[in-house]
């Protein structure tokens, strides 16, 4: 059933003029999504029409003026739909982005089932990583690999706003060990029986689908431009590298921790079947 506006005129003139147009735009919110998922049948826009007449005529030009599209129009009332309640929210003061229009996807995480335990011995080394949605990322990638954490070295940890924006949660449970000197933290690492693979294309880096990798390690990920640092490089027991066939040398570090990750998946669930 369409729901018609839910303000009288006297009682939407009533309010701020920036509360007014927040009652509009969550009004319009429950059109788009009930239009988009197919609950307002083609005669329904008939009655919407009529609607939104009425209320540019209470509003004047406060209503936008945005033009109100043929009934017949359904991908027209989508757009319409789309305008007039991002004008609104512009309006009432609002920041505008889609999550303000769309409805909220049931994703099932379950944040709260207590300290983390990885489900694979890996942790992941980033060596000087830059950008926050990168870090980000691995936070979320070591979630889903199931890995027992990250070890940050000059990099930027789950502190970051940006870092938490991209992470969405999983830097409050994923560990991350922050160091000053990633090479010296490494070097304790190894000493105590923990292979460390740097992921990186120098000479004599072998195929990360051709790597005999062991049952737990560290994975290495350098800086975006100039890649794993010597120092740290001096450390590393093997080196990997990703295929290139472009002209490019390498790959997006976020998307290149995700392929690496999941390969190391792939094969340690192999080896236990």
């Known amino acids: 059933m369409i729901r018609s506006f839910p303000f009288t005129r006297k009682k939407i003139k009533s309010l701020p003029v920036k509360r007014q147009h927040r009652r509009i735009a969550d009004w319009i919110r429950q059109l788009y999504q009930a239009l988009i998922t197919g609950r307002i049948a083609d005669s329904g826009l008939d009655f919407l029409a009529s609607e939104f ?27 319409f739909l789309s305008d007039v309640h991002f004008y609104h929210l512009k309006a009432a003061g609002v920041r505008v982005s889609d999550p303000n229009l769309l409805p909220r996807v049931v994703t099932g995480d379950d944040p709260d089932r ?21 870090v980000g990322a691995v936070f979320r990638i ?32 994923i560990p ?13 690492y190894r000493r105590s029986g923990v292979p460390v693979i740097g992921v990186e294309t120098v000479e004599g880096a072998v195929l990360h689908t051709d790597f005999s990798w062991p049952s737990s390690g560290i994975v290495v990920f350098g800086n975006e431009e100039y890649g794993i640092s010597p120092t740290v490089m001096g450390g590393c027991d093997a080196f990997v590298q990703l295929p290139m066939y472009g002209r490019k040398n390498s790959i997006n570090i976020a998307t290149a921790v995700s392929v690496i990750c999941f390969e190391i998946c792939r094969r340690l669930r192999a080896d236990t079947t």
């Open 176 to 188: 991350a060990e922050i160091t000053e000197d990633l090479a010296a933290t490494l070097a304790v």
């Open 114 to 134: 207590g300290p983390w335990t990885g489900v694979h011995p890996y942790r992941i080394a980033l060596d000087g990583v830059r950008s926050l949605f990168n």
């Open 142 to 173: 070591c979630d889903a690999a199931g890995f027992d954490g990250l070890i940050l070295g000059h990099t930027l940890g789950p502190d970051t706003p940006g870092v938490r924006k991209t992470a969405r949660g999983a830097q409050t449970w």
């Open 53 to 79: 007449r009425r209320l540019d005529a209470w509003m004047g030009d406060a209503a936008g003026k945005i033009p109100i599209p043929d009934p017949a129009d359904t991908a027209g009332w989508v757009r």
